[in-house]
């Protein structure tokens, strides 16, 4: 999913998705798929907002902390959001049962 | 234990009640990032030497500016803390990008019933307010960290 959510897109997007799709390459096989929106967030500052689906492993209690921490900052070091973009990244966890249990929209 | 602590405990308790609801998901992140909040807020109130007082001057610290202190904190090129030790610039920067995270995460929860939160996101931010938690006191003594929680407080146009 790439929606600017009616957001004016200033940033060059072309260059901006080849850099996330290099970096979800970096990624390893618990992020089973990623999405993302640039939209302003809860504060009106612009954001990106990734949405992550792991495999039901990589939620468990005991390692989901490891997984996500890994992951979010795979992507802030590859990509750099806030200093090469102006857009602050947050980050949507969802396991792949519960992504099959979704009939509705998806949140990025 | 501290209200930040209980807080804490709290949101551990509900983002593992089986089954769970939508009520119990949305609460545990909100308790989370409130254990958060507090728990800043009680580590830099604790530099006051009038105990009495701290809980009064807790009430200055807003959410709007500890958000935009965290924000300008994580801009690896504005805030390169030269000369520091990584581990604690890393763990500084945790904090920070965590609070702004959960604070977040706490108005989706909060507010938006569009859709639903998903247990694996709600876990996700209780475990990173626990991970802070467990990290904070590794770095509290640290000179940027108490720069930190002095900024959280100072308003800057």
Redesign the interface.
Known sequence: MRDNDGMPIVVHRGQLDAEIQNAIRKLGPEAVDVTYQVRPDSTGEPAIFFLIVLKDAATRKDVISETTGRIATILINEVQPIENWGLHPFFNYRSESEQQRRNGPQRA | MAYHDDLLAQALELV?TAPSTQASLRRAVSAAYYAVFHLLVAEATSNWNNVPLRAALGRAYDH?IM?AVS?RL????DFTFAGEDPNVVAGLRFVA?TF??LQ??R??ADYNLI??L????A??QV??A??IFNRWPSIRSEQIAQEYLVSLLVKRS
Request: hydrophobic share 20%; proline share 4%.
């Open positions: 593992y709007g958000r924000n994580l801009n690896m090129r990008f702004t995270e977040e995460h108005h989706f859709e639903d998903d247990p694996s996101d876990l996700s475990t990173s626990e991970k």
